[in-house]
């Protein structure tokens, strides 16, 4: 992969991103994705934010060997503590990270009030979705599209979200509203994996002594919903 041939998750995030915007990329992974906008002409500023230094040398050089130093900054920083106020940002990227960890992210960037002046996120979690779902929806962002992709036999959600209040119901927040709605086949297929799986550790926990009632509780709701959205 490099600034002019994205993978096929990274593209898609791209597509999520509005015209002329003004993009943070977090954990921007050699600043792939900020450089093939900039090169598009499809952003007019970028801060692409590493914390660690190898990555961050990795995305300064990427940014120096395509002209671009004076349109994308290249900091050494703690998740949202990349953005400075006078970068005026108006878009956040936070991909190819657990939910957990994007949730810690934004949880502490909006403490910090760095999320100031953001219209949209573009989350793209590994694993760990509602968890992400529950953050937004607490902190007065609504979901306006969701996208389920798979490359290279794994499965990715992007789950795009603007400022504004929304309710859902605990199914939308657990497979996500727009993807609920459009079911397509990497859906079907990632959802009776899950199924299997579930199946399978209820059937582990069942064998022990003492087996975690709550546990045990929650993963036969989510088998029957999830049997619900396959039927």
């Known amino acids: 992969m490099n600034e002019h041939a994205l993978s096929d998750r990274l593209a898609c995030v791209g597509e999520q991103i509005p015209d002329q915007a003004r993009i943070a990329d977090i954990g921007s992974d050699h600043a792939y994705l900020p450089v093939a906008l900039m090169l598009q002409n499809k952003i007019t500023y970028a801060v692409a934010g590493e914390v660690v230094q190898g990555p961050y040398d990795s995305a300064s050089?990427?940014?120096?060997?395509?002209?671009?130093?004076?349109?994308?900054?290249?900091?050494?920083?703690?998740?949202?503590?990349?953005?400075?106020?006078?970068?005026?940002?108006?878009?956040?990227?936070?991909?190819?990270?657990?939910?957990?960890?994007?949730?810690?992210?934004?949880?502490?960037?909006?403490?910090?009030?760095?999320?100031?002046?953001?219209?949209?996120?573009?989350?793209?979690?590994?694993?760990?979705?509602?968890?992400?779902?529950?953050?937004?929806?607490?902190?007065?962002?609504?979901i306006i599209h969701e996208v389920l992709l798979e490359e290279n036999d794994k499965n990715y959600e992007i789950i795009v979200a603007e400022t504004g209040k929304a309710t859902y119901t605990p199914q939308q927040l657990f497979f996500g509203p727009f993807l609920l709605k459009e079911k397509n086949?990497?859906?079907?297929?990632?959802?009776?994996?899950?199924?299997?799986?579930?199946?399978?550790?209820?059937?582990?926990?069942?064998?022990?002594?003492?087996?975690?009632?709550?546990?045990?509780?929650?993963?036969?709701?989510?088998?029957?919903?999830?049997?619900?959205?396959?039927?």
């Open 61 to 142: 050089k990427q940014v120096r060997k395509n002209g671009l130093t004076e349109k994308i900054v290249v900091r050494l920083a703690d998740g949202l503590d990349a953005v400075q106020p006078e970068d005026k940002i108006d878009t956040v990227v936070v991909a190819g990270m657990g939910g957990t960890l994007i949730r810690s992210i934004l949880e502490e960037g909006s403490r910090k009030n760095r999320l100031a002046g953001v219209k949209r996120l573009i989350l793209q979690p590994n694993v760990g979705e509602r968890t992400l779902r529950e953050w937004l929806v607490d902190h007065n962002f609504t």
């Open 185 to 231: 086949q990497v859906f079907y297929k990632k959802w009776q994996h899950e199924l299997k799986q579930r199946q399978r550790v209820v059937k582990e926990l069942e064998k022990a002594k003492e087996p975690p009632a709550e546990k045990m509780n929650e993963l036969k709701e989510q088998i029957e919903w999830i049997k619900e959205v396959l039927a």
